[in-house]
Structures are given as C-alpha cells and as structure tokens.
C-alpha cells in the first residue's frame, strides 16, 4: 500500500517529468489577495496570470497547494467529519498551462497517471464534460481507452467553471471515483452519492465573460487542474473513509490517547472533526492568521471553538487541542517546513483560545440545554434567535454553533430575530463610538465634485471657494472647491485648522470628510462663492505624520521581534499619540520593548526619505513584502508609503514625514492586554516625547508634595534642575531625549522606594496610635460594668465610643467579653455618618439561655435600617439611621427577652 508521502510525490514527479516547474504552496493567508478570507484553490496564486495582469518566467507548472474552505461559496463546515470526504483543510494537488498545452495534453496525461502510473481500477472511473464542450467529449474517447457509456454531460452548474460574474471562464471535465461494491450506475454521478466522488477536475479557461454576459474567445487558453489530495490517497489506500488513511490515522491515534475513548460510534464523528480542525487551526496560524473577533480571525476561532464543542462530547473539559500540533508537524512538517517553525507559536496560541473559551463552553451549554427544556414544554422546535443571541454575546457560541447544535436534536434557529439583535447591537456599539468621540457624524449630499487633496499642503493656507454650505445644529458643512484637510482613515484622525473669510473673520474647522468640512459656527449669511484661505493646524498635522510614520516603521519592528504573526488589528493616530493593536499572546518582556524601540530609533537616525507613491492595485500586490489588511477596501489604484523597500512597505492613504530624522525619538509609554491573545501598544513621538516628560515631571512633583519636607526636598531640587536643562529641549535631540527620559525614570525609581518608605512609617505610626487608642477606650470598661443594668437576671451592658474603624470597637468589644462574668454587651460608633456595632455574650448565656449574639445583632441593626450578624459569643453590624440609636438601645432588653 502506498503512503501518503509517496502519493504526493508521484503527482510532482510525473508532471515534472511532463516539463512542469514545481513551485512551493501559496501561503493559505491570501496576504496579497484582499477579498479572500483564506487560499481556497491552486489557482489563487495564479489568479492574475489568468486576468492577464501578470506572467511567470514558466508556462506549465505543478504543486500541491494549501487549501482552506469554511465560509462562503465553498463552504463545507456542516459535512465536515460526519462523511467521509469533506474537509476545512486539504491539499490541492495541480497541474497547469498557461497559453502552453490544451485539452489534449491534460486528458491524456490525467488519463496515463491515474491508470498506468496508480493502475487504478478503469471501469471504476468516470468522467463528466461540459454539455456543450464536444471537444473534450471526444479527446476523452481518443485519446484514453475509458468505456465511452463512462463519459456523461452535465450543465454549468457542474462543468462550466467561473472566477466571477466577469472574467475568465471555461468548461472543466471531472474525474470520478466509484466505490460502489456492485459498480454504479450513470445517474450516480453528481447526485451526492457518497461512494460516488470526485477525485480530479480539470478546468480548460478558454472564454472571457464581459458585462453583459458575453462569452468571448481568449487569445491564449489555460489548464488549471485540482486533484484532491486525501481523496487520492483514500482510492489509492482502499479506505472506507479518509480518515482511515495515513493521512489522519496518526491523530485520531493521538485522540484515542488522549481522550481514553475508542474511535468507533458517537466518538467517530467527534474525533473526525477535531482530527480536521487542527489541521486548518495549524496550518493558518502558522501563516500568520490569529483567532480574533473579525474577518478571517473569526472564522479560526469558530473552528477552534467548533472544535471545543466536540471535545466535551469526549469528556475534555481541560485544553487538549494543542496537543495535537506536535503529531501533525511530524507527520507533515517535512513537506510545509512554516509549521516546524512555528510549531511553539501555534501551540500557545490554540491553548491560549482553548483556555479562554473553556471558562464560558459549560456556562453556554447549560444555557443550552434549559432553553431546550423551554422549548419541549411549549411544543416547539425553533430554537429561540435571543438565546442563541444570548449564547453569542455573553458566552462567545458563534451562531453556527448553536446551530449545529440544535440541529443535532432536531432543532431550527430562528436566524431571523439572531440578526435583528446583532444588527441592534453594531447600531448601538456605532453610536457609542460617536459618543465617546465626541464627534457626530454629518450627511451633507452634494452634486459637486470637490478635489480632495491633503498631501500637497501649503503650509501658509491655499486659496479656495465656498461652492455649497449647510447649517446644521450650531455647525456649518462647508463643500470646497479643494479640500486640503485630511478626512478620518486608517486611523488617522481628521485635520482640524481655520477658514479665512477676510483678515477679521475666520471659522475654526473641527473635522472633515473628502467632500465637506465642519466648522465649529454658523455662517451669518449665504457664503457660496466666496473665496476663502483654507490653512489647516500645520503643528497638530506634523505631529499626527510623525506618529503615523513611527507607526509603519513600529509594526516592521514589532514582526522582526515578535515574529511574522504581528499584524494591525487597529490603530490610532493623532498628535498626542499613537496606539497599535496586534495580536500576541504573551506580555512584552522589557528587552522586547527596548530592542522594538532600538530599531525604529535607529531607523529615525538614519534619516531615510519617506516616500509615497500611487499605482495600480495589481502592481501593489507585485511588491515584495508589501503590507494590506485584509477586510479594508481597496480601490483599482493604491496608495504605497515606503520607508526602505527592505524595511517598511504599505498601502496606507495617511500622511507621512518627509524623513524619518523628522519623527525625533520614538518612546513606548504602554504596553497592555486588551481581549485574549490581542495587545496594545501606546507609544509618543517628537513633541509627544516633550508633552510626556512634562507630564512625568508634574507627577513626580505632586507625589512628592505629599511627603513630609525631610522627604520631599531633594526631589523638588532635583526636578527644578530637571526643568532648568529640559527648557527648550528639541525633540529632534534623540540623544538628550533619552539621557533625560533615563534620568527622570531613575529619579521616579528613587521616589517611590522613599514613598513606599515614608509610608510604612505612617502606616505603622497610625498603628501604634490606634493601639492607643484602643487601649485608652479599654480603661472604661470596668466603669460600664459597674453601671450595667439588670433585666429578668441578665446583665446588658451598653456604650458608645469615638473610634475610627469597626476593627477598633470589636477589640474594645473583645476585651469586654474577656471581663464580662455573665451577660450581654453592645457597643456602638459613628463612623462616617453610620452606625457600626459590636455585641458580644457571655459563655454561661450561650450555654444555658441559648443567647445569639448574631441574632441580637441583627435585630438592633434592623431598627438602624442596616443588618448583620455573626456567632454566638461575637457578632458585628451596622445601621444608616443613626438618629435612631436611642430607640434602638431602648429595644435592647426586649430583643434580647425573646430569644431567652
């Protein structure tokens, strides 16, 4: 029996042998392709070839190539584990012509792989064509021996391949497998037989649809073809299912010791499903996607958390699906060398998500279940959508989950109400943004084309025309004819400036978007032609660049520190300071911190010119390590800031330091966690460095106020010296930034131990005092006993006293106990503006009269309106109506008669 490996390699040596360039697998994290969540297909890294925007220095090729299918068009999650054949991960063996060999060539060297190099089975073997294409039709029976009644048409939505609604097109020709006992029959393909399946389909790309629908012959015709590598293996291995091949054997072996249980019954389809989650798990984080609350993060963590569920149905309620990692890096590592590498990485990171969700499955199942329990009583089988809302927002379920779990008992979902409340809640999470920026978010339509242009800024001001405006709750929305202020994006904050009507009158602008700015006031009149000087805040704008620009060079830094699985998963940027989140797993140690300061510092020494430059999507993508975010939409033409080509590359639309000298010192104020497996970097620059030490100083100074004299005066000096050789300090001065931010440090080093010492002394002086205090108190309590009173032969003992805890009066009441022979005692304090109270009674009470000092305590409480309560011989409370103490201790002896 063959292995897997051998398999695999068969497949590039024969078509190697064909003339074929072997090229390595495309990452399985699009990096290059925005509008793909993961690399679904071989052709994905091929894609602009057949767009006729790019070309290799080869025109046939072969690979095997990652593969992830979870969302979307190809979306297989539901079949995953419970058939034998479907899979989140795979590998997609192919083979392919660009403008090379056609049809013929591809037919008959499938034809010589599959049945002379494998020698598979021929009358097992059939093969579909596109009902139109009889060209293929004929080469099947020309140029193979296959039994002709094995050749069957089908429509397009079997056999005529597509990119998109436009494009390249094509007919495609299918390869099926019968693994029917009996042998099957002409109406089994295609029409979901599982024991019918297709093994290899070969697409033959030979038209261009254009917009209207059109089909038009391309000037060169290319082969893209896909073989299904588990399922090659599972024919060639002669295995009921593919994970019974060597493929996954060796971690359902992995399961089998892990989890104690046998891979038979309702543990088959647990097994198979986690067996299969791992693999997409390993193989995207170790091309550098994370799980993470949007776009393809969400999509791992659904898997990962999918994968969760299913383990409760083994009894793993500890996390165990990293566990698995090592067994698939050493079964797989040799052929995909990224998850060797990041083997640590990828094991952290599924633990970490593991952990967290753990602390929510059970809660979540529970919720579950007695929802069902609702259900069952009312007689319905729709699972309620606010549940399942409730399951998503407060136990992180995602909804395909709870779906697959009601499905599980014959259960519907009712996705309806599910998205009205996530739709709620985006609304409601929008207008809390507003709100905490302060900002609200104006539509102003307008017809004219204005020329937004931020990047050609004058620093003086640009003349302009008012050509339409707007008033709007106290505000003006003003169109000009060149709008030179930057509009929100990519986290970059908008510009804010002035608009100049004549030398007396001006508007301050508070925000922008491309077609309109916002003033802070109302125009008097109708301005609408008027020429005006539209000057934006050149500073502010400056120190919004420089933090914009340490960012780019940040994010490079923090890849080459933490490891390629850095990516922006927000910012934001204004002329304070910059913030980055990333994902990560672990806290930054501070060598990390100080070697991502030294390289973006280093850099900023260099001086190196910070260009910008506009060009086509397509020619973006060509630019080796260039950076995109996935999810961000991207037009036709791209914006790329470099810093280095060998450095720092990006799509980025903000605006930049002309160099790097001009950023001045980069600092981390700040580094914390945010959610789980995501970090937050707050970092200053330039001006930001001068604001953060001043800032620093003003604090060392008003701790240092709040120490004794003796303590304080050196700091005051030290910080007045500190200030005398700050005063106008340069931010461009890196060199004496540093020498003062490391002085400043260890002068706050050296405050806070005197702080820390100083109080100690006071912690321990206030102790020795309330000690006093106590003891003084303590010396009237011979006096209370010779006053008390007798009621029905129980002795009550009451007093107030002036003490400034509750801790105080219960060791008065303590030393009361130790001298009260027989009886009860209370004793009471006003502290801030309530009543706190002790009560105590004696042994022989407790013994003999079954006296409670928590129920005596309660009971007085409750005329204070407070509560309490404690044992037998102590008990403390407290009341907010101190007005009522008298009537309180009036009640005493009969409170304490009805227990008697």
């Not at 990006?650 to 605006?655: I, K, M, Q, S, V």
Request: glycine share 8%; net charge negative.
């Amino acid at each position: 029996m063959k292995k897997s490996t051998e398999i695999r390699q068969d497949f590039l040596d024969f078509f190697e042998a064909k003339e074929h360039r072997i090229v390595p697998s495309a990452s399985v994290v699009p990096y290059d392709d925005p509008t793909l969540l993961f690399t679904n297909a071989g052709m994905n890294q091929f894609k602009d070839v057949f767009l006729g925007t790019g070309k290799r220095d080869y025109n046939r090729c072969a690979d095997t190539q990652k593969c992830i299918r979870v969302s979307g068009k190809h979306n297989d999650l539901e079949e995953v584990g419970h058939d034998g054949y479907h899979h989140t991960f795979f590998e997609m063996l192919g083979n392919w012509s660009f403008g090379d060999y056609y049809k013929k060539d591809a037919i008959a060297w499938a034809w010589e792989l599959l049945t002379k190099v494998w020698g598979l089975d021929k009358n097992r073997l059939w093969v579909t064509v596109f009902r139109d294409d009889s060209e293929a039709l004929e080469l099947w029976k020309s140029e193979t021996d296959i039994e002709h009644s094995h050749i069957l048409k089908f429509d397009e939505k079997d056999n005529f391949w597509e990119m998109g609604d436009t494009g390249p097109c094509g007919p495609c020709s299918e390869i099926h497998y019968d693994f029917t006992p009996n042998g099957c029959k002409a109406s089994d393909v295609n029409s979901g037989n599982p024991d019918v399946m297709e093994i290899w389909n070969l697409v033959f790309i030979q038209y261009n649809r254009d917009k209207d629908g059109i089909l038009h012959d391309l000037p060169a015709k290319h082969v893209d073809t896909g073989m299904g590598f588990e399922r090659m293996v599972r024919v060639l291995q002669n295995k009921s299912s593919n994970y019974m091949t060597d493929v996954f054997l060796p971690l359902v072996n992995e399961l089998i010791s892990i989890t104690c249980k046998e891979y038979s019954g309702k543990h088959e389809a647990s097994m198979n499903v986690i067996a299969d989650h791992v693999r997409t798990l390993t193989f995207a984080i170790g091309d550098g996607a994370i799980p993470s609350n949007e776009g393809r993060g969400y999509v791992l963590r659904r898997v990962l958390r999918r994968a969760a569920r299913y383990g409760r149905n083994l009894d793993m309620r500890n996390p165990f699906i990293y566990r698995l990692v090592d067994t698939l890096v050493d079964t797989m590592g040799h052929v995909f060398p990224e998850i060797v590498e990041k083997r640590e990485l990828i094991k952290d990171i599924i633990k970490g998500e593991e952990e967290s969700f753990n602390l929510t499955l059970d809660k979540g199942l529970k919720l579950f279940d007695e929802e069902i329990a609702k259900m069952k009583t009312a007689g319905s089988k729709v699972f309620s959508g606010e549940a399942a809302f409730k399951l998503h927002d407060t136990y992180g379920f995602p909804i395909d989950l709870t779906q697959l779990m009601a499905r599980e008992i014959g259960y519907d979902v009712d996705e309806s109400k599910f998205s009205e409340l996530m739709n709620v809640q985006k609304e409601m999470a929008r207008s809390a943004r507003d709100e905490t920026s302060g900002k609200k978010e104006f539509e102003f339509k307008t017809e004219v084309k204005v020329d937004y242009d931020p990047y050609d800024v004058d620093e003086s001001g640009e003349e302009v025309t008012i050509v339409d405006t707007r008033n709007v709750d106290g505000k003006s929305l003003i169109v000009l004819s060149k709008n030179p202020f930057y509009s929100a994006s990519g986290g970059q904050v908008s510009d804010t400036g002035e608009i100049y009507i004549s030398e007396n009158e001006s508007l301050r602008i508070e925000d922008s978007t491309k077609k309109f700015v916002v003033a802070e006031s109302q125009f008097n009149d109708n301005p609408k032609g008027t020429k005006v000087k539209a000057k934006i805040d050149f500073p502010r704008r400056q120190s919004i660049q420089r933090n914009h620009s340490a960012t780019h060079l940040m994010h490079e830094a923090l890849q080459r520190v933490l490891g390629s699985h850095v990516k922006q998963m927000g910012s934001y940027l204004d002329d304070k300071l910059l913030r980055f989140d990333f994902p990560h797993f672990h806290k930054l140690k501070p060598q990390e911190i100080t070697d991502i300061e030294d390289i973006v510092n280093n850099n900023v020494k260099e001086k190196i010119p910070v260009k910008a430059e506009e060009m086509s999507m397509e020619s973006a993508k060509k630019i080796p390590n260039v950076k995109m975010f996935f999810g961000e939409k991207y037009g036709d033409v791209v914006r790329v800031v470099t810093i280095d080509p060998k450095f720092s590359v990006e799509l980025c639309g903000g605006t930049h330091v002309n160099d790097t000298s001009d950023i001045g010192l980069f600092k981390i104020i700040k580094e914390e966690s945010i959610s789980s497996g995501t970090r937050r970097i707050l970092a200053r620059t330039g001006q930001g460095i001068i604001d953060y030490i001043n800032e620093r100083v003003s604090e060392i100074e008003k701790l240092s106020s709040e120490l004794p004299e003796k303590y304080s005066n050196n700091f005051r000096l030290a910080m007045d010296n500190f200030r005398k050789d700050f005063k106008g300090a340069d931010f461009r001065d890196a060199e004496l930034l540093k020498t003062l931010i490391k002085y400043h440090d260890s002068t706050v080093n050296s405050l806070m131990d005197v702080r820390e010492k100083f109080l100690e002394e006071k912690k321990q002086a206030e102790k020795e005092l309330a000690k006093q205090k106590v003891q003084s108190a303590a010396g009237s309590i011979d006096e209370m006993l010779s006053i008390a009173k007798d009621y029905n032969g129980i002795n009550i003992v009451t007093g107030k006293f002036d003490m400034d805890n509750a801790d105080e009066l219960k060791e008065i009441a303590d030393k009361l106990r130790e001298k009260l022979k027989s009886g009860v005692g209370l004793l009471y304090s006003f502290i801030d503006n309530k009543v706190s109270l002790v009560a105590v009674v004696s042994d022989d009470l407790i013994r003999e009269k079954k006296l409670s000092a928590g129920k005596i305590a309660g009971d007085f409480a409750k005329i204070l309106r407070g509560g309490g309560g404690g044992k037998p011989h102590l008990a403390t409370a407290g009341g907010k109506d101190v007005s009522k103490i008298d009537e309180a201790i009036a009640a005493l002896p009969g409170i304490i008669q009805k227990y008697v």
